[in-house]
């Protein structure tokens, strides 16, 4: 009989706004999607398991982004019946990194707390996007960024430019991406 365990750790539960890259290497390539939690349109910022369960979802799906661009960039667009994108996926190892930027608290309000805290994590992965789109030895499978911010970050965010840019270089250093 084969079994695998998993332990989930505390962390894994714990809500919060998190900048995340998931690393995807598939017959010999690398891949990146960059992601945060931190929802746009509800008073939320979920845990990362609840996160990555998201992305696997084979439906139709909002929040299913792996399974989206494994599909289209990985795979070419190639038509696969569940079973048979089961059997791919299976043929890539997926390492999942996550940083937690802030806590989530119920009691911040949707309007103020909940929105600035959502849209520096979002400033953070526009940053990173951006400056690992065009590497070599990865593909990004997030739509490509012309800049380092979006005009709307950059307007929300303008005296808290350095701060997101530290955090984003941190991040880039730790995944060993710059030195």
Do not use: C
């Not at 667009?77 to 890539?92: H, V």
């Amino acid at each position: 009989m084969n079994s695998f365990k998993i332990t989930i750790e505390p962390d894994w539960l714990t809500s919060g706004y998190y900048l995340y890259v998931a690393s995807i290497r598939y017959k010999n390539e690398q891949y990146a999607y960059i992601g945060q939690t931190g929802d746009n349109n509800y008073h939320a910022a979920r845990a990362p398991l609840y996160r990555i369960g998201g992305h696997f979802a084979k439906g139709v799906s909002t929040e299913n982004q792996i399974i989206k661009y494994f599909k289209v960039k990985v795979l070419e667009g190639e038509e696969l019946k569940p079973f048979e994108l089961e059997q791919e996926l299976k043929k890539s190892v997926l390492d999942y990194t996550f940083f937690k930027i802030d806590d989530y608290n119920p009691l911040d309000t949707k309007e103020k707390e909940h929105k600035n805290k959502r849209i520096f994590v979002q400033a953070i992965e526009h940053y990173i996007i951006h400056h690992l789109q065009n590497r070599d030895k990865i593909t990004v499978l997030n739509a490509k960024v012309k800049n380092q911010y979006s005009a709307s970050k950059l307007a929300y965010y303008n005296n808290e430019i350095v701060s997101i840019e530290i955090k984003a270089i941190n991040i880039l250093k730790e995944l060993g991406y710059e030195g």
